[in-house]
């Protein structure tokens, strides 16, 4: 069974700090997302990570994965008030078709001023 | 481009009822899964269908099903409704290429008294 793990699950930092949140799952995947979710909202996605190494980046977010440590980060660069969301990676399993998903437990960032 | 609706946005159901929740995939996309999120089990797949056919299903009682039209769009059902099925549940559709990128609604919240 695929499980999938996120650290820390509760994050509380300074605005401009920088930080990672790590995601580790525990089978081979050959594909990995990470969401943010807003407060009684739905989940925007964030990256798609598809092969080892990949990174992506969008704005102070910054994605990458190895998939041979079947771990992910998201790094924060100089964090803003407008980043406090909780922070999801999934995972879908490699011998998956489809769209089924192992979300992790979710990480609930908070950045203050 | 239309994203993924999802209706009701909200519906409050009571013990024993069945419910029937619906969802739009963005035009263009095929598979559509169904997840459902609590704050005690975090986000946790429902099932999968992929042209009119559930390719993927999780770890649910059968009280839950679904189906897929020949338009991509699906209905979710539960019957029987227990306390515990309050939640959010979200809808995600896809391409289904191997980018496999999912865009998920904004969801319909469900409150068993």
């Known amino acids: 069974e695929l499980k999938v793990e996120q650290n820390p699950l509760f994050l509380s930092m300074q605005e401009g700090k920088n930080y990672t949140i790590y995601c580790n799952y525990s089978t081979t995947s050959d594909r990995l997302y990470w969401y943010r979710q807003d407060p009684g909202k739905s989940l925007e996605s964030l990256f798609v990570?598809?092969?080892?190494?990949a990174v992506k980046q969008e704005g102070r977010l910054m994605a990458s994965l190895d998939t041979k440590a079947r771990l992910s980060t998201l790094h924060i660069t100089a964090a803003v008030h407008d980043l406090s969301a909780t922070y999801f990676c999934?995972?879908?399993?490699?011998?998956?078709?489809?769209?089924?998903?192992?979300f992790g437990e979710g990480t609930q960032l908070t950045v203050n001023p | 481009k239309a994203g993924v609706t999802q209706t009701p946005r909200y519906l409050i159901k009571t013990r024993g009822q069945q419910v029937t929740l619906s969802c739009s995939p963005i035009?263009?996309?095929?598979?559509v899964s169904w997840y459902q999120q609590t704050p005690g089990q975090g986000l946790q797949f429902l099932f999968e269908y992929f042209s009119e056919t559930q390719r993927n299903k999780g770890n649910f009682p059968g009280r839950f099903s679904g189906r897929q039209f020949s338009n991509s769009r699906s209905e979710m059902n539960v019957s029987t409704l227990e306390l515990g099925d309050s939640a959010l549940y979200l809808c995600?559709?896809?391409?289904?290429?191997?980018?496999?990128?999912?865009?998920f609604g904004e969801g319909s919240r469900l409150t068993v008294l």
């Open positions: 990570l598809l092969s080892n190494g």
């Open positions: 995600a559709s896809s391409l289904d290429r191997p980018t496999g990128e999912l865009f």
């Open positions: 999934a995972v879908a399993g490699w011998e998956t078709s489809g769209s089924r998903l192992t």
């Open positions: 035009s263009g996309h095929r598979s």
